[in-house]
């Protein structure tokens, strides 16, 4: 609990209202960056900043990196991001015509994983993770909807490293919706969300520094 005392000048009631917006900011709830149609709850930053760091230059160092892969009219594409695949059990996880199996879990990713299941109130068995060495690398328009995902499953995306815009479109009326993730935040995709929504990470050049994205999914059993 914070204790704010009253303010006995001009400066001391500037820094009670500053100590009151941030302290009404961390007991917001998360935010549904959706109109309908699904849910996209942002919870924002949800590690310190040295945790943040920590995970960061961790999971950089320690996680076995590979190139994406992908079959495009019969013809295999590698990408200039880099993928990896955790989870509970050996689980194969199918995307992009491309089949990779699970690699047991790291100690870090363990902890990363109890606190988004503390944080979201969901349980997760398995973590696609992204690294894009830059803003000029991205992600296209797609949903998160293969047959071994949990139907209607969470998603939990967090974000460690640069600041990247983050965009939804509807299937249907193909309106937009873009949001910009913070480094160490927690964006929690449920329910119909896969079914009416595909989403995107836009390249840009402005952007120069790396970002690891981790996706902490529900596999369903195989």
Known sequence: MVSISEPTSASDQVVRLLALDLFDLLLDPPINILPKDGSAHYHGVVFSE???EH???SLLAEI???SDEAIVFNKRIVTRR???WYADQPFDYTYSKVTRTALPWTSNLIDLKN????VSGETFNSC???LYHSGEEGMSWHSDSEKQLKRNGAIASVSLGAERQFCFKHKQTKETHC???QHGSLLVMKGVTQTHWMHRLPPTKKVKQSRVNLTFRTIVAQ
Do not use: F, P, R
């Open 82 to 84: 880099k993928v990896a």
């Open 179 to 181: 949001s910009v993730l």
């Open 128 to 130: 696609l993770l992204n």
């Open 115 to 118: 606190k988004i299941e503390e």
């Open 64 to 66: 076995e990196w590979k």
């Open 50 to 52: 040295e945790e943040t």
């Open 55 to 57: 995970y960061l230059q």
